[in-house]
């Protein structure tokens, strides 16, 4: 190292290295992540925080480094702050990673003998360096672009272990422009001996003193995405998922913030998510000195990954950022980077519909393409048939596996079938689960080895199925050349991915890198059908949402995130999950009246202003509609497509939240500022409550908006300034109990400040 500072800027971010402090100082457009290389050459994280308004800060840099890190060590170094923290030396809490060397230990310290593995790891830096467009592990093989693709600057700092030739790379890679640095790791065995790593983290961080208010997403198949919050007190919270997705019960993604110092709109909040799809773990570790660690990224519970000589193995990212307006302002940040930087470029989401709450199994030709007929006299635009259209799928019993049509469903042809759908204006699309069997198929009947179990052990069977081996190579293979023939013979333009149960008895030819190998082998079909027919679009589903995370978005357009297509219960589980995910990708039906789950009767308009708050689609019966009803959807619809771009592009204020006061209020505002849709759902109004009207965010002041609704009719004009100092008038909003559920959706458009008022 010379001594003296080296710093390298680039589209927006700036990294700087001050040889004479050792400190490396990571600026994106509002934030900053400082590191230190302690004087035993050990790394140690300073600190993070926004830095919006300080526009000196990257030429200052950080000065008396010292006076940060004297307090920070503690003899035992239980307490430091490591940027990447590992089993050995004086640890004796939870690590990033934790590594057996070979027993014995003799033959890597020559004349020594011991018995019995070294799980030991010392690491020190060595040098660093900044490379452009460096990728985290199981990055999109797909070559589709993303919006945004400037390139971005990524700090690469190598660590060595003291003894062994072995070490870990550290990756920041930063995206200035959405204040998002993304963190991942990878290992090296560079020694002549396999070594076996127990614990893989793809980062640690630390969370800013006192941020002891988490938010995070817990629930289950049809509750998805619920938001939940917790105080961060001594010890470990630990979130886990080990099905082989991400999993109902929690999500990868959280916000923290200092109690009672932020709130949706207001207050400095840091948030993040893991990238990955397979088993995995979060883990908040609370010490005795207040501070937090969070460590991301492998699961817990059955992890082992072996590493050969001369083997090396790249982490998936942990992505991370600050914002300072909130909570809210920690969404549109994760929203946009997804939207910019991760999702497939692929334009704005069709309106679709699905056949499955109207027909379950019973798929048949002649009924599908009634449906179809309907749907497109209405504007829907994708048509999807649903499970029970291959092998011999009538039930769930039989057919997993078997990904070709069923005869008795399509004796016409499924070919024939899917041209009609095109020939009425929409495009085609098939459900399927191709990670999944069941024994009562031509597949299992072949291969009964390509499943997971232990042999001689039980098979449980759950919806009748079994799950297939990813970590062989010939199981991908075989997929990839199904799904690939089943898109190319038939045309198809969308497949629903569905994967309907966890794995357990998960005995793999991977061992116990299952979690991640069947990551892989999920991704790589994907990437390479897209890969091979570019036209393709991926919608991710699992029993509903049970894999959503910003991995499965890097090659999935949207998402199905629940069963529970009740409005009611779905306004709370769309607003959850608009925590981290953005609205484009949020696949919503409108379906029976009378909903099939929860037997609420929910009325059009209500049904349609949920629905309207993601990617629109259609899961009625529409053959038992009346023609009122029908020309109610038609309406509907064609409302939507004037308003889809901002709700699927824009920022998302959410003015109020439904678990507050059974009020949903949000605000979609475009980039420009010159359009925004009005979202209101009162789920309920006690009798005697006045709601007065919310005062609205993001608007352009010097504008006056045109506001119309559904039948476009003009509601009123107001000036930009009016409306976000005092909110839309709104006597739906403010009249008493009249009915429990009211619900509307109003666009607003900017007028040119030269038009007449
Ligand atoms: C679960 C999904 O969430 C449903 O939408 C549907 O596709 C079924 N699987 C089909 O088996």
């Known amino acids: ?30 934030s900053c992540y400082v590191l230190w290389v302690g004087d035993d050459g050990r790394l140690i994280h300073v600190g993070s925080a926004p830095v919006g308004s300080m526009g000196e800060a990257r030429r200052l840099g950080m000065r008396g480094i010292s006076a940060y890190t004297d307090t920070m060590q503690g003899w035992d170094r239980q307490e430091d702050r490591e940027e990447f923290s590992v089993l050995g030396d004086t640890s004796y809490h939870d690590v990033a990673m934790a590594a057996q060397f070979p027993e014995p230990g003799g033959p890597l310290v020559p004349g020594e ?38 390139p971005r600057q990524t700090l690469i700092i190598h660590l060595r272990d003291t003894l062994y030739d072995f070490s870990v790379e550290l990756f920041y890679r930063l995206t200035p422009e959405q204040d998002i640095f993304e963190r991942w790791v990878e290992i090296r065995n560079d020694t002549s001996h396999t070594v076996q790593l127990t614990r893989l983290a793809f980062a640690c961080l630390h969370l800013p003193r006192s941020a002891t208010a988490l938010v995070s997403l817990t629930g289950g198949a049809g509750r998805e995405f619920q938001r939940t919050r917790y105080e961060l007190a001594q010890g470990t919270l630990l979130f886990e998922h080990c099905g082989l997705n991400t999993g109902h019960a929690h999500n990868p993604v959280f916000c923290a913030h200092r109690p009672g110092q932020a709130d949706e709109e207001h207050g400095d909040v840091f948030f993040g998510a893991l990238a990955f799809s397979g088993n995995w773990s979060l883990r908040f570790e609370t010490l005795p000195n207040g501070t937090t660690r969070v460590l991301g990224g492998y699961e817990l519970l059955d992890f082992g990954m072996s590493l050969a000589p001369g083997q090396s193995h790249r982490t998936p990212a942990m992505l991370f950022g600050w914002s300072s307006e909130g909570i809210g302002g920690a969404s549109r940040k994760m929203h946009r980077y997804l939207r910019e930087r ?61 990904w070709s049509p069923r005869a008795s469903a399509f004796p016409g042809g499924l070919k024939a079938f ?72 038939f045309g198809v333009d969308f497949l629903k991915w569905d994967m309907n149960r966890y794995a357990t008895e998960a005995g793999s030819v991977a061992g116990q890198s299952v979690g991640y190998s069947h990551a892989r082998g999920l991704y790589r079909i994907m990437d390479e059908l897209r890969r091979r027919h570019p036209g393709l679009e991926i919608q991710t589903c699992s029993g509903g949402g049970g894999r959503v995370d910003p991995g499965i978005f890097a090659r999935c357009d949207q998402a199905w995130i629940s069963d529970n297509t009740d409005a009611h219960e779905r306004v709370g589980i769309q607003e959850g999950y608009t925590l981290a995910y953005p609205a484009r990708t949020m696949e919503c039906w409108v379906t029976a009246e009378k909903n099939p789950l929860t037997q609420r009767i929910s009325d059009l308009a209500l049904r349609f202003d949920v629905a309207m708050r993601g990617a629109l689609g259609i899961g009625a019966r529409l053959d038992e509609l009346t023609a009122g009803e029908i020309a109610g959807f038609r309406q509907q619809i064609a409302f939507y497509k004037r308003i889809r771009s901002v709700v699927q592009n824009g920022d998302l204020f959410r003015l109020d939240e439904v678990g507050r006061a059974s009020a949903s209020v949000w605000l979609f505002v475009s980039a420009n ?37 559904c039948r476009n009719e003009e509601v009123g004009c107001f000036p930009g300034w009016q409306l976000m100092a005092f909110g839309l008038p709104d006597d739906h909003l403010t009249a008493g109990a009249c009915r429990s559920v009211r619900s509307r959706t109003l666009l607003l458009e900017g007028l040119n400040p030269d038009d007449p008022p």
């Open 342 to 402: 991760i999702l497939p470029d692929t334009g704005d989401r069709p309106v679709l519909y699905n056949s499955w709450e109207a027909t379950g199994f019973d798929v048949r030709e002649d009924h599908q393409l009634e449906l179809a007929r309907r749907a497109a006299s209405m504007g829907v635009e994708l048509f999807c048939v649903d499970d029970g259209w291959f092998g011999g799928r009538a039930h769930s019993a039989a057919g997993l596996g078997d």
């Open 673 to 709: 500022r010159a359009q925004a849709v009005f979202s209101s759902i009162i789920l309920a109004t006690p009798h005697g409550q006045l709601r007065g009207p919310f005062r609205l965010c993001g608007l352009d002041a010097s504008l006056s908006y045109r506001v119309t609704n």
């Open 113 to 150: 003998v011991f018995s019995g593995s070294v799980r030991d790891v010392r690491l020190r830096y060595v040098s660093h360096r900044i490379a452009e467009d460096e990728e985290p592990g199981l990055a999109p093989g797909h070559g589709l672009n993303t919006r945004v693709r400037q």
């Open 418 to 489: 899917a041209e009609k759908i095109r020939a009425l204006g929409m495009r085609f699309g098939l459900w399927v689960e191709p990670e999944m069997v069941n024994p009562d198929s031509d597949l299992y009947r072949a291969h009964p080895d390509w499943v997971l179990h232990y042999p001689g052990r039980p098979r449980t069977e759950a919806r009748n199925q079994l799950v297939l081996d990813f970590g062989r190579p010939e199981v991908i293979e075989h997929l990839l050349r199904c799904l690939s023939n089943l898109v190319a013979e």
């Open 1 to 30: 190292m010379s001594e003296g500072r080296e710093s390298s800027e680039g589209g927006g971010s700036h990294i700087a290295f001050d040889s004479a402090e050792k400190v490396f100082s990571l600026f994106t457009a509002a």
